[in-house]
């Protein structure tokens, strides 16, 4: 199987969400001064703005045909955003951005549960060895109390829900109307929860809160494309390369130390990952090949 058959286009566009939502929770991180709902308003209000921008030039109205669906994405994304976002500041970083990226294996369950996909037996295997490389990599911590530990979690159930709600609509929704509502709803809840305890942001907190929209609409967008086009275990498990992302900007920035356990664990996940994408991609490719046959 050559390299272009693994890496589709959905592929390309999942590296990218991964890349922009881990450099994005980076400055989230070094805003601990603002708190958790006032950052999900001003990550959605210059989100919000771009796509009613994109909207108006490209001719799409915002409404939309589902609006259930649309409104349940919303909902799922803002309470995920928010759970994130109060572990990102209540626990160590890395560990943190582990709990909120155990999402994968909710998504390839809720996938086969609700979207009828299927995952072959190689593929759980590879979900469960990221998982694994994922509690390898933080191992035992004393500093995560039961109370963040299943408030990350259930940022990472709320994540997959957000992400199958995103599948589900494949076809029916412009990429831009799905993250248009999802916006919706983060800045209204977002300045309703803010109103009456905003902290005004300071100096270079305005161009960092700039940057946390920014990078969340490139994010956004290209993650939407990508649920779009690939199934949703498969394009989810890119996901776990965050967390390659957080031991990352760990060490550089915040000082956290990397064992060589560490970085085999690093090895394990992205091990993990690979082998789900061409395990998956393979098993398409086949079926495909089956499908359609040349005539002898």
């Known amino acids: ?17 991964v890349t922009s939502f881990s450099t994005m929770n980076l400055f989230v991180k070094l805003l601990p001064a603002i708190p ?21 030039k490209a001719g799409v109205s915002w409404i939309g045909e589902d609006r259930l669906r649309l409104a349940l994405r919303g909902i799922c994304g803002t309470m995920a955003l928010f759970l994130f976002f109060i572990t990102l500041k209540k626990l160590p970083f890395a560990s943190a951005v582990t ?11 809720l996938g086969v549960l609700f ?47 957000a992400y199958m709600f995103v599948r589900s609509l494949k076809g029916k929704e412009h990429p831009v109307v799905v993250v248009f509502h999802f916006q ?6 977002g300045a309703a929860a803010s109103a009456w305890h905003f902290q005004m942001p300071q100096g270079w907190e305005w161009a960092m809160l700039l940057a946390v929209g920014l990078l969340t609409q490139l994010g956004q967008i290209n993650l939407t494309k990508a649920l779009q086009t690939e199934q949703l275990g498969i394009a989810s498990s890119l996901n776990f390369l965050g967390v390659l992302y957080a031991g990352l900007f760990g060490v550089l920035l915040f000082g956290e ?40």
């Open 257 to 296: 130390h990397v064992t060589w356990l560490n970085m085999a664990a690093m090895a394990v996940v992205a091990a993990g990952v690979v082998a789900n994408v061409i395990i998956g991609k393979r098993a398409e490719v086949i079926a495909t090949a089956n499908i359609v046959k040349p005539y002898d």
């Open 36 to 56: 958790p709902m006032e950052l999900v308003f001003f990550r959605c209000l210059v989100s919000l703005v771009i796509c009613m921008y994109l909207l108006r």
């Open 1 to 17: 199987m050559s390299a272009k058959q693994v890496m589709t286009p959905g592929l390309r566009h999942m590296l990218i969400a």
């Open 184 to 189: 919706v709803v983060g800045t209204i809840a």
């Open 115 to 161: 979207l009828r996909e299927k995952l072959k037996p190689l593929q759980w295997l590879s979900v469960a060895l990221s998982f694994c490389g994922v509690i390898m990599l933080k191992g035992f911590d004393a500093r995560i109390s039961l109370l963040y530990f299943f408030l990350g979690l259930g940022s990472a159930l709320f994540s997959a829900l």
């Open 99 to 109: 709990l909120a990226y155990t999402s994968p294996v909710f998504s390839a369950i």
